[in-house]
């Protein structure tokens, strides 16, 4: 009883509650005709997607920067990136590569400068993180319609000036990484080999970082940042590295994403992307000022599970489209009931 | 004056803390008009004795008190601080307590605003009462009058110089008809000396109409400039009473300080004043909010216990967290005859100091990290200790194997109470927490060692043997401790040599053999003021 | 403080407090001749956007007051005005009658809504307005499943107008053809060939008054010394959480007759969309106005609805004659929209960063500086 009371308090109530939920949608999917080795596939699939996007919450929560609602901002680095490499003509391996190559320095300079301000305005992080993101998309928009590309591929056909608001990556890199090494069993089971070794490979990187002396400032910087300092710490310094790495994961994150979607989504498309990346971290037990790899896998798997499984278990259930609704409760709520949460008291 | 029931009595008072003892046997009298001058060292037990006045919930979720409260005899037992203030009971506190965008009146009548009844209020209840802003200020100028000073009603409280803020802070609380008792801690703390003597005038002038006054300050002067009697606590107990006219500034400080020393300190005897210096301050200044150093230069010599004491606030722990680069500070700091940089924690560590922080909590430990963690973190950072370089040093790969060593060997060396070095620091007890900050102080191994209030708040047995510590190390590894604490015993207990500060200055520098009264003298800036006379 | 120097202060003091109407008012006379737009139709847009859109914006003031920041909450309310506006269209109760039933019927929805935002920012002191924001997104998630499922289904729907084909939940845009301007015209006014909604304006000047005078009680004052230092107010006796939980179900319920105004005049209600931007353009408009994060004024209300309106008439227009797409301009107002409340927001607080350090200054002794 003592250990369960323990387990439930270690876990938090909406982990337990979203882990139930997502376990008795599995046990009822075989009754109403749901394939559960179809939805597990999908399920991964969509973990694959989404966790790049998610392990860039990592870096900002550890030093106290909060929840990065500021991903928008990496993930248009990451449309530059892949824009650019169309325009220049780049495929495959190539294309890809290049396109987080080509990402990169916007990453790099949008996180420096995003990481400045933030360092001016602690405290407020977050509700700066989320206009900042709002309005860089929006000057976006505008610039998608006025910079020069000229890849057929990609602008409008029929005499419109600008980029079109998706862009097929048929021809480019699609599923360049969901291809590589896939294994399949039956007609309705696939593993994402290439993507969840990429995956893989993210987190390795960030879990090492962590372990360098840099890392393990940062995460003291979010753990007291007075005592970081006490201990000789350039507390802003943290900062601005920690704003720099999660922008670039955002950056990166959306291209794996896009290789599996099979679409570049422009314009609004990056809007409402931070929501469900934080809802995610939030699900997997991260709080406000603390979070870990582990979060970002259990909780990926568990949001990415849900949105996954309620559409095809409850529409074939009652007959009716819940799963937006149901997305829109467990990830707002979510972000909701962790800024309620009492935290340290800030400085 | 006539045999009279005292307005209020506080009979027995007796209160612990956690087991703690910190008031014994109180008994307090005061009669209408009369003021009353508290006088004693922090943590004689002054605040705990003003809370169980005012019902402060601090006190009910201790456990209560025993001992008895009584007003025009009888007795009472607040609930909270409005009980206290329906009773006629106000407190003016050391820090303002006052809305910045609000005027004078708004806030002299702030929560107890005169209203107008208007046709919503029936419905609505009286919030939606309008506010009679006219009879308000009226108020409120009758109650600034009274004062004797000139601010205007209508000065928002954010323009007005500090002075003001402190006389609309006496305002506010005299302007209730059912004011009997006023108390005041440290009223003139941040007020010029004419402000303070505009002050002084007013509450003699407030003690005429009949209001009775307790006035807790360290500044002695203005005690026996004003005050009827003074009473002076010493570890919880009233250990003298007495009117004014019967004692001098020198009786009352060294009643204040003066305890029987028994612990001679052993240090003394081997200290040798020739031996070179390690450490020279000259001219600091500490931006450290409440306790500014305004004007500080010492030597500290190689190998010794070099104490700093004093009353709160008076800039004694701005010394340490100024030099290490803490708060905002100018002047010079020598260290083996080479000038550190200031303002630059890493600088201060890297020139081979280390620093105890008197807020454990706050700036000492990493509350939700693991103990090794917390000890060989500094280290870490600041000398690159506990680290592997890899792929020829361009990755510094944290060594948790050399951390966890180093974390044992002082858990075991310090004899800290812990489950594992996995454990997170919030769940050790206070003395264990401050080990774990002496830990990871010694880690760094520093030349110079600054301990502040190192036992702040950690019950007696932990006390002992956390000097015990300080004193192995200083004698073992030779290492110069500059401790800074607010209990002149425990200085004199393990200290070479013990300089006062007082309103940011040291006041004056004696062995632990010099008298209590000396001491205390240093402590109230009596000794200062007479060198300034002479200036 | 002589006259003379006090009035060149004035005049330099009025540019730097009220920077962003002026900056917008130079982009807007910059843009007005690229539109081509006549004088005669701005106004009359102007006129009908004020009576549209001030009592909305009007609903922030309090929350400020109260020092809860931007209430980007003010969702919840526009969502009980909807559910309110379906439920009498349901009753099929039209006119200026059914206007102000859609009123009564929603006021307790919001008054629990003000209700759950209060107790919600209370446990969130510090970051009100990031969870105000995602506490609407949240909201809004429960909406959609009160209106596309559960009306029909458990709340009776009996209007087969206004549900959808498959039986249950609520059509995509509903026309309130019975409630349509049924304010706006309820005194009919024309000056020129302008109408004037008489009783749309009346509604509002009387919500102005009513600000006006709620400053002045007790309840208002509170708000003020709440908003200004929480931890003197609760010193000194005012109850702060019940305080501000109060200032937002006021807010609340003020949106929500906002937005009933609002739908009234444009006459559809899009059922999943017509509350999507209600808090970000109203925030927006305020801001514009002049407003800051903690002072706006009923002046900056009406500067901020007629400028923030008139960017959003003409930019499209300016948009296509300067770059040759009517995109741009939309896509412009939105950026300036978000663009405008981040600024906001990272002046507000860099100021509080400044103000703090200039407080912890202002301990430090005289000798040394």
């Not at chain 2, 708060?327 to 083996?336: C, D, E, F, R, S």
């Amino acid at each position: 009883m003592n250990s369960i009371r323990r387990f439930i308090e270690k876990a938090g109530w909406p982990r337990i509650i979203i882990a139930m939920l997502l376990l008795s949608l599995f046990i009822v999917a075989p009754s109403v005709g749901v394939r559960v080795d179809q939805s597990i596939t999908d399920t991964i699939v969509r973990f694959g997607m989404n966790g790049i996007l998610v392990l860039g919450m990592v870096p900002m929560v550890q030093t106290g920067c909060g929840l990065n609602f500021g991903l928008p901002l990496g993930i248009i680095a990451g449309l530059l990136g892949a824009t650019i490499s169309i325009e220049l003509g780049l495929t495959g391996l190539a294309g890809f590569a290049g396109a987080m190559v080509l990402a990169a320095p916007f990453a790099l300079l949008f996180g420096w400068s995003y990481g400045k301000l933030l360092n001016r305005v602690k405290g407020d992080e977050m509700m700066i993180a989320t206009y900042v993101g709002f309005s860089s998309v929006s000057f976006m928009c505008m610039m998608w319609m006025l910079l020069p590309y000229h890849s057929s591929k990609m602008i409008w056909g029929y005499g419109g000036a600008g980029l079109r608001t998706t862009i097929s990556l048929e021809g480019f890199w699609l599923h360049i990484l969901d291809n590589f090494l896939t294994v399949r069993i039956g007609s309705n089971f696939m593993f994402p080999t290439g993507m969840i070794l990429f995956f893989a490979f993210m987190a390795l990187i960030m879990w090492a970082f962590f372990h360098t002396k840099t890392g393990t400032a940062m995460t003291a910087v979010g753990s007291n940042p007075d005592y970081a300092r006490a201990a000789g710490i350039n507390v802003d310094k943290m900062r601005t590295i920690s704003v720099i790495m999660s922008t670039v994961y955002g950056a990166i994150g959306i291209l794996v994403f896009q290789q599996s979607f099979g679409f570049i989504q422009l314009y609004n498309g990056p809007f409402f992307m931070a929501l469900p990346a934080v809802a995610a971290i939030l699900i997997g037990g991260a709080s406000v000022n603390k979070a870990n790899i582990t979060n970002v896998v259990i909780g990926t798997i568990l949001f990415q599970g849900i949105l996954t499984m309620t559409p095809s278990v409850i529409n074939s259930a009652i007959q009716s489209d819940l799963s937006e609704v149901v997305r829109i409760i467990v990830s707002d709520g979510m972000i909701v009931y962790a800024l309620t949460r009492v935290t340290r008291k800030s400085r | 004056m006539t045999e009279q029931q005292p307005l209020l009595h506080m009979q027995g008072i007796t209160k612990e803390y956690f087991g703690n003892r910190v008031l014994t046997d109180v008994t307090l009298d005061i009669n209408r008009g009369e003021v009353l001058g508290l006088v004693g060292e922090n943590g004689a037990g002054k605040s705990t004795l003003m809370n169980i006045l005012f019902g402060m919930s601090v006190i009910v979720q201790t456990g209560g008190y025993t001992g008895s409260v009584s007003i025009d005899g009888k007795e009472v037992n607040f609930q909270n601080p409005f009980d206290a203030l329906k009773a006629g009971i106000g407190m003016v506190h050391q820090e303002f307590s006052l809305i910045p965008g609000f005027t004078a009146t708004e806030n002299i009548l702030l929560n107890g605003e005169i209203l107008h009844d208007n046709i919503v209020t029936k419905i609505f209840g009286p919030r939606l009462k309008t506010l009679n802003l006219p009879e308000m200020r009226a108020i409120a100028e009758k109650s600034i009058e009274l004062l004797g000073v000139e601010i205007s009603p209508d000065t928002l409280v954010a323009e007005m110089p500090v002075g003001h803020k402190q006389f609309t802070e006496l305002a506010r609380e005299i302007h209730r008809p059912e004011m009997k008792l006023l108390v005041l801690d440290e009223p003139t703390a941040v007020l010029t000396e004419s402000e303070a003597q505009v002050l002084l005038t007013s509450l003699r002038r407030l003690a005429a109409t009949g209001i009775a006054i307790i006035f807790i300050t360290h500044r002695l002067q203005e005690i026996l400039d004003i005050c009827d009697r003074i009473v002076i606590l010493r570890d919880g107990q009233v250990v003298k009473e007495v009117a004014t006219s019967d004692t001098d500034i020198g009786q009352v400080a060294e009643l204040m300080v003066g305890r029987s020393v028994s612990a001679k300190s052993a240090a003394t005897e081997d200290y040798n004043e020739s031996t070179e210096t390690i450490l020279s301050v000259d001219q600091l200044w500490v931006d450290m909010p409440g306790e500014t150093v305004r004007d500080v230069s010492l030597e500290v010599h190689k190998g010794e216990i070099f104490g700093i004491g004093g009353l709160a606030g008076q800039g004694k722990l701005g010394i340490p967290n100024g030099i290490m680069g803490l708060y905002p500070a100018g002047g010079a700091v020598i260290l083996h005859g080479k000038p550190t940089r200031l303002n630059d924690p890493a600088a201060a560590l890297a020139a081979g100091m280390a620093f105890v922080s008197e807020d454990r909590r706050g700036v000492g430990l990493l509350l939700e990290e693991a103990l090794d963690w917390n000890i060989a973190f500094t280290a870490m950072q600041a000398q690159n200790k506990f680290l592997r370089p890899l792929l020829g040093g361009l990755i510094q790969w944290r060594d948790d194997k050399a951390i966890q060593n180093v974390a044992t060997e002082y858990i075991k060396a310090l004899d800290i109470k812990c489950t594992s070095t996995d454990q997170p620091a919030q769940e050790l007890s206070g003395g264990n927490q401050q080990k774990i900050c002496l830990a990871k102080a010694f880690a760094v191994q520093p030349d110079v060692l600054f301990v502040s209030e190192p036992t702040r708040g950690i019950d007696v047995g932990a006390k002992a043997l956390v000097l015990e510590a300080l004193r192995t190390y200083n004698r073992k590894n030779g290492t110069t401790i500059i401790m800074i604490s607010s209990e002149l015993e425990e200085l004199r207990s393990i200290c070479d040599r013990i300089a006062i500060v007082d309103e940011g200055r040291i006041a004056g520098i004696l062995p632990p053999s010099a008298t209590a009264k000396e001491f205390g003298l240093l402590m109230i800036g009596k000794v200062k003021s007479e060198a300034n006379s002479h200036e | 403080m002589t006259r003379k120097t006090g009035f060149k202060d004035t005049i330099s003091r009025l540019f730097i407090g009220n920077a962003v109407p002026i900056m917008f008012i130079i982009l807007i006379a910059f843009a007005i001749p690229l539109s081509g737009f006549s004088s005669g139709y701005l106004i009359q847009e102007m006129v009908t956007r004020l009576g549209r859109d001030s009592f909305l914006v009007l609903s922030l003031l309090l929350p400020i007051m109260a020092g809860m920041g931007l209430n980007f909450g003010i969702v919840l309310g526009a969502m009980s005005g909807q559910i309110g506006i379906i439920l009498v269209t349901n009753w099929g109760i039209s006119g200026v009658g059914g206007l102000f039933l859609a009123m009564a019927v929603a006021t307790p929805l919001a008054v629990l809504m003000g209700w759950i935002a209060g107790v919600v920012l209370n446990r969130a002191k510090g970051r009100e307005m990031v969870t105000s924001l995602i506490l609407g997104y949240f909201i809004n998630g429960v909406y959609q499943l009160v209106v596309l499922y559960i009306m029909g289904k458990i709340i009776p729907i009996k209007n087969s107008a206004i549900v959808l084909s498959r039986g249950y939940g609520i059509r995509n845009a509903i026309d309130l053809k019975g409630m349509r301007q049924s304010l706006d015209k309820l005194i009919p006014l024309k000056i020129g060939d302008i109408p004037i909604p008489v009783a749309t304006f009346i509604f509002i000047a009387l919500l102005c008054l009513f600000i006006w005078w709620f400053a002045k009680t007790k309840l208002g004052h509170d708000m003020r010394a709440v908003g200004q230092d929480m931890a003197v107010a609760e010193d000194s006796g005012i109850k702060v959480e019940r305080t501000r939980i109060i200032a937002i179900i006021l807010s609340t319920v003020l949106a929500c007759y906002g937005q009933i105004i609002f739908l009234q005049n444009i006459g559809t209600l899009n059922t999943y969309n017509s509350h999507d931007q209600t808090a970000t353009f109203a925030v927006a408009a305020l801001l514009i106005g002049g407003a800051s994060v903690v002072r706006a004024s009923i002046p900056n209300v009406f500067i901020g609805v007629i400028l923030f309106h008139l960017m959003f008439v003409v930019a499209p227009v300016a948009g296509k004659e300067l770059m040759g797409s009517a995109m741009i301009g939309e896509y412009f107002r939105v950026f300036v929209s978000y663009g405008i409340i981040a600024v906001s927001i990272v002046l507000y607080s860099w100021k509080r960063v400044k103000e703090r350090e200039r407080a912890r200054r202002s301990l430090r002794g005289t000798k040394e500086l």
